[in-house]
């Protein structure tokens, strides 16, 4: 198919197109593979699946709806829907509040700004395997957590102290510096440090001297984290405890991801805005709220919906922490789309499990269309 | 006045670092506290101190002479025929227990096996069988405070049998009231209130006294089918088969990516919008049929290599992640981004697609290639549902991640043994957090260049 080197000579149209479309095919084959089989073919099998009742080894019988309606009466799986929803959008709207904190503090031009970012980033590096093992340890009743919930017990009234005395000593200085006609805000940084350093060293003047003393007789903190079936804070708006513990473990691990998406978005607000608001006087938090927040609106969108889509996942902490934890504190989707297709022992119920996975997969896709919706508008 | 601002402008920045410090702290304390104690003897000890005996350099060199001492190399200890290893334990002995006289201590060689779980099944011969305690005797007495006395004993451990062994535990018990002071090696435990200071080993070697909860994991997980190091293996298997998948992906996703960014054909839209989609859909959604594809062999075909079934072999792993959408993404957002003259220029002088991409568009992809490299490889380390659906049997099959995750109930099924489990993860999670330092900017790339989807 070698044809002259002649510039400017016209090949005949069509069969440029098709050797065009020939090649890119050629491109795409190993692709094509991997998404055709392994995920157009088996989203359409699982389908298929939640309709009909398989246990993996005989041939699957269609069953129609039922399956859907079995799913709705069975109290594990409603336990597994409603964990997974609370645990999406809690954990969604702490790392997404938590990624845009730590954005806006490493946005600055500071002389070691790598070694930060490398420091924050690690945790999303490490497997989750790793990560959920060190903390089924740091949340073990004689566990770390506990231990420094417990020193912060005893010591709660140098601690206060300390928090008093910033919020004094920082009016304090707010006021001064503004009867010396300097304008500065409520929070202004450079004078919280001053404040914060001032009342810490008088609080331990204090204690050195004997007047704030650490409480004597402190019972240490033995909060079970993860062996409990406990909700808290209790009420309508509760979630079992060892939920709680990977929500925790889970926004430490992904808000730093989401700070990077944060920070590209950060470094293309255009500067003039920020200058132009200057000069009209607007206060910092101003500054924030009318022109940072409107201008990172697609970049906290994308974060959302990644944010959902990635929690909405959630199982290998559920597979690790195992028997730590009651599994109706912990489970969720798709560790129930996983214990029905293994179920070790018993018989395999696929027509639930494909049906509990459709669930899934239509939460997905449900964020995915609302987030299309609004980006468009 | 402009001192005041140049004042304020110094303190902001302070201001900025601790708090940046102090998210330092937040991110990296728990991973570090983690390294830190998976060097303790007890991980779990409350309060949980910071400085544990394995980080003492006056331990370190104790540990190397008693290994040699031992017989064995200073680095990594044993107990070896003919050895004889001397040994000191100092005691403060309170007056008005001296004015009694100065007792000896009872020295023993026990019969003790390493922990609990795996650490339990020892076989082979006991230090205990072949070791003979001279002593102890007391070497000397110093006045301590207000009329106390310092004993210091001394004994020795000989080796009268025929085979070296790597370690040797003594249990060294004193009567009630005497305090425990030094002695050559810092002991591994104390118990009954003090009565009883244990070592593990007393011939160690530095490096199975400073890492001895990672020489019990690498020394005590043996396959039962084969025999093999089972944690070894599992780096193995977990190094192959990410590197297969880095180089499919890096082959594949560079071509995909290709023909998405520049090449048009026929479905191109379709093909985008299910590309997306699998991106979004939860893996859990999908297994159930990949299993089912691996069980039968793809379709059957894998029985024409002689492989009835792709479950629990690598090459079903490997075959069912040939290349992510992901990373087709990335290289497709990178060549978009690149400058279309040149590929023009190469078509009008008459070169066929395949030789442009090879000759002129991947040479200039290295940023992409890299990131694509770097995140395929991570993810695929630190992957974990698939490969546990796809290998369930024999251990030797397992995957890393697999692997440590049965650990939790190895180790844990009696009173947890946390030593090894934090050992084991420290091991697991260090290639990828060495790699992301090494190239940060990569990962870096990689993460904005996927976050941006349009």
């Given amino acids: ?377 | 006045m402009s001192d005041a601002i140049a004042r304020r402008r110094w303190a902001r920045a302070g201001a900025i670092y601790l708090l940046l410090l102090f998210f330092s702290i937040l991110f990296m304390g728990p991973l570090l506290f983690a390294v830190l104690s998976s060097l303790k003897d007890n991980p779990a000890e409350w309060p949980p101190r910071l400085d544990p005996p394995q980080l003492r350099w006056r331990n370190w060199v104790a540990a190397y002479r008693l290994g040699q001492a031992g017989g064995g190399s200073g680095w990594f200890g044993a107990f070896a025929p003919g050895a004889v290893v001397p040994f000191e334990v100092t005691y403060e002995v309170p007056a008005e227990l001296a004015v009694q006289g100065i007792e000896l201590p009872r020295v023993a060689v026990p019969r003790r096996v390493p922990g609990a779980g795996p650490g339990a099944v020892r076989t082979g011969p006991f230090a205990a069988d072949m070791a003979e305690v001279v002593g102890p005797s007391i070497a000397s007495r110093q006045p301590g405070p207000d009329g106390s006395v310092l004993v210091t004993y001394r004994f020795e451990v000989r080796h009268t049998g025929q085979i070296t062994v790597d370690r040797l535990p003594v249990d060294v018990e004193v009567p009630r009231g005497y305090r425990f002071v030094e002695a050559t090696l810092s002991p591994n435990r104390t118990e009954r209130l003090g009565r009883v200071q244990s070592w593990n080993t007393i011939t160690p070697g530095v490096i199975p006294y400073v890492f001895y909860n990672y020489t019990r994991v690498f020394g005590e997980n043996y396959s039962r089918t084969t025999g093999r190091n089972l944690f070894l293996t599992w780096i193995g298997n977990s190094l192959w088969v990410a590197t297969a998948k880095v180089l499919t992906t890096l082959a594949f996703a560079s071509m995909a990516g290709y023909a998405l960014a520049r090449l048009r054909f026929p479905g191109r839209n379709v093909l985008f919008v299910v590309m997306l989609f699998s991106m979004m859909v939860p893996s859990q959604v999908t297994f159930i049929s990949n299993y089912l594809v691996l069980r039968d062999g793809i379709f059957g075909l894998s029985r024409l290599w002689g492989m009835p079934t792709l479950l629990n072999s690598f090459t079903g792993l490997i075959l069912s992640g040939l290349v992510g959408a992901s990373a087709v993404f990335i290289m497709k957002q990178f060549f978009e981004s690149l400058p279309k003259e040149l590929e023009e220029s190469a078509r009008i002088d008459g070169a066929s697609p395949g030789t442009t991409f090879r000759r002129i568009v991947l040479p200039l992809a290295r940023p992409a290639l890299g990131a694509v490299t770097i995140l395929t490889f991570q993810g695929a380390w630190n992957e974990f549902f698939w490969p546990l659906v796809v290998l369930t049997s024999p251990q030797d099959k397992f995957v890393l991640m697999v692997g440590l995750s049965t650990f939790r109930r190895a180790y844990g099924a009696v009173g947890f043994d946390w030593g090894p489990l934090l050992a084991g993860a420290v091991v697991a999670a260090l290639p990828v957090l060495i790699l992301f330092v090494v190239f940060q900017r990569y990962f870096v790339e990689g993460i904005s260049f996927s976050g941006l989807k349009g």
């Fill in chain 1, 1 to 377: 198919m070698k044809e002259g080197r002649t510039p400017g000579l016209r090949r005949p149209m069509l069969s440029e197109r098709v050797q065009e479309a020939v090649a890119a095919y050629l491109f795409l084959a190993p692709f094509l593979f991997s998404l055709v089989v392994f995920f157009a073919y088996a989203f359409a099998r699982t389908l298929y699946f939640s309709f009909t009742q398989y246990d993996l080894f005989s041939a699957p019988t269609w069953v129609g709806l039922r399956n859907y309606v079995a799913l709705l009466t069975e109290p594990r799986f409603l336990t597994a829907l409603q964990n997974s929803i609370t645990f999406a959008v809690v954990v969604t709207a702490a790392q997404t509040v938590f990624a845009l904190m730590l954005a806006l503090a490493l946005n600055q031009k500071l002389r070691g700004i790598t070694f930060f970012r490398a420091a924050y980033y690690m945790p999303s590096v490490a497997s989750s395997v790793v990560i959920t093992l060190i903390f089924i340890w740091l949340y073990q009743r004689a566990g770390a957590i506990n231990y420094l919930l417990t020193v912060a017990l005893v010591y709660r009234r140098v601690l206060v102290a300390w928090v008093v005395g910033t919020v004094v000593l920082q009016s304090a200085l707010v006021l001064y510096e503004r009867g010396r006609g300097r304008p500065a805000s409520p929070l202004e940084p450079s004078l919280l440090v001053t404040a914060m350093l001032l009342a810490g060293a008088a609080s331990a003047a204090l204690w050195v001297a004997g007047v704030v003393t650490p409480v004597e007789g402190v019972q240490p903190v033995a909060i079970p984290w993860l062996n409990t079936r406990r909700r808290w804070p209790g009420g309508p708006v509760s979630a079992p405890i060892p939920l709680e513990a990977i929500m925790l473990l889970n926004t430490w691990t992904t808000a730093p991801t989401f700070m990077l998406l944060y920070l590209a978005g950060l470094q293309e607000i255009p500067r003039e805005l920020y200058e132009a608001a200057s000069v009209d006087g607007a206060s910092a938090w101003q500054q924030f709220r009318h022109i940072t927040l409107p201008q990172l609106r697609h970049v906290t969108f994308l974060v959302v919906t990644l944010g959902l889509i990635g929690t909405l996942q959630m199982f290998d902490q559920v597979a690790v922490i195992g028997d730590q934890a009651p599994l109706e504190s912990v489970i969720t989707l798709a560790y129930y789309v996983y214990s029905n297709v293994f179920p070790g022992g018993a018989v395999p119920r696929v027509g639930q499990a494909a049906a509990a996975a459709m669930t899934l997969a239509l939460l997905t896709l449900v964020v995915v269309l609302i987030q299309r919706k609004v980006v468009e508008r």
